[in-house]
């Protein structure tokens, strides 16, 4: 029977694709969890996978162009870190920036606001941390919504230029836009006029 949950584990594996981060829970409608880790254990050995962290693993990725495997994307990690405990999770302060564009800068720290506990995480010289919100600032609201309201909230109210919102505009789809305006009712009253004003250029 082991031979079964062990190729199930390693199909699941194979078909995702490079670069694909995976926790053991991913692993838990087949197997029990020391069977995941064991058999996941066997696929680092192989060079199938890579371990990041604790019971985080990434399918690696190699450039063709750089001659070598591309490092683990962190947000990547903190999604599949937040599928393992049930978080909400959204990008904030200069990590949000990024996401949505608005900087070049990589985040010396990949922060989060989560309605989980406080958590930090580290490997190599990356550093992702889980800052506990509750629940009103992050339940109910779809990614996009979410890192929108981040990110106005990062850069401060006085700091909203018109080439800003033009910009947040071009990044969000008419739905996006229309699901931000819907969710984002209950945020402070200036985040929602700068929503308004994004969904309406």
Same mark, same amino acid.
């Given at each position: ?14 078909? +995702? ?29 192989? !060079? ?52 949505? !564009? ?43 919504? +979410?890192?929108?309201?981040? +990110? ?50």
């Amino acid at each position: 029977m082991s031979n079964g949950y062990a190729d199930k584990i390693r199909e699941r594996v194979l078909s +995702a694709t490079n670069g694909t981060v995976f926790t053991t829970s991913d692993f838990s409608d087949i197997a029990d969890n020391n069977t995941i880790r064991q058999n996941m254990l066997r696929l680092v050995n192989e !060079g199938v996978l890579k371990r990041i962290l604790g019971g985080v693993y990434e399918k690696p990725k190699y450039s063709k162009l750089l001659g070598e495997y591309v490092a683990v994307n962190p947000d990547a990690v903190a999604q599949a870190l937040a599928r393992s405990y049930h978080w909400t999770i959204a990008p904030c302060g200069n990590t949000a920036l990024n996401m949505i !564009g608005l900087s070049t800068q990589v985040p010396a720290t990949w922060s989060y606001i989560s309605d989980g506990p406080y958590r930090k995480y580290e490997w190599n010289s990356t550093c992702i941390e889980f800052k506990h919100r509750t629940n009103k600032e992050i339940t109910g609201l779809s990614y996009m919504t +979410a890192l929108l309201i981040q +990110a106005i909230k990062t850069l401060g109210k006085e700091s909203i230029t018109q080439d800003i919102i033009e910009t947040l505009s071009e990044k969000l789809t008419r739905k996006e836009k229309d699901a931000a305006l819907k969710e984002a009712s209950r945020s402070a009253d200036w985040i929602f006029r700068i929503i308004k004003q994004i969904s309406e250029v």
